[in-house]
């Protein structure tokens, strides 16, 4: 399996980004798709996860109403559009696969990308 990340980079406070995630090695379509987050000196935390269907979406509340997960079953891609970026959203972004439900906790994601750094600056 692996999960390529791309979208990150550097943004003002207030700004938007799109994260992808490509996955290759597994049925996509079969999967729970994950964001996860990890800013310097604290512990990865949940972002956003994403049904395989697309029909369910559970958000951090920290990013709820500012990030949107979606994805694109025939490009084997995820995404995570951010918006009202603020410079607490600065961290390593990384995508995971789930083979279980739409679930929120690092031990539940089997697979896992290198991860793409988001810096926002105020």
């Known amino acids: 399996v692996q999960l390529v990340e791309s979208g990150g980079g550097l943004v003002q406070a207030g700004g938007s980004l799109r994260l992808s995630c490509l996955a290759s090695g597994l049925t996509f379509r079969m999967y729970t798709m994950g964001w996860f987050r990890q800013a310097p000196g604290k512990e990865r935390e949940f972002v956003a996860a994403i049904s395989w269907s697309g029909l369910t979406k559970h958000y951090a509340d920290s990013v709820k109403g500012r990030f949107t997960i979606s994805r694109d079953n025939a490009k084997n891609t995820v995404y995570l559009h951010m918006i009202s970026l603020k410079p607490e959203d600065t961290a390593v972004y990384y995508c995971?696969?789930?083979?279980?439900?739409?679930?929120?906790?690092?031990?539940?994601?089997?697979?896992w990308g290198q991860g793409t750094q988001v810096t926002v600056s105020s």
């Open positions: 995971a696969a789930s083979d279980q439900g739409v679930v929120e906790t690092t031990s539940d994601f089997g697979s």
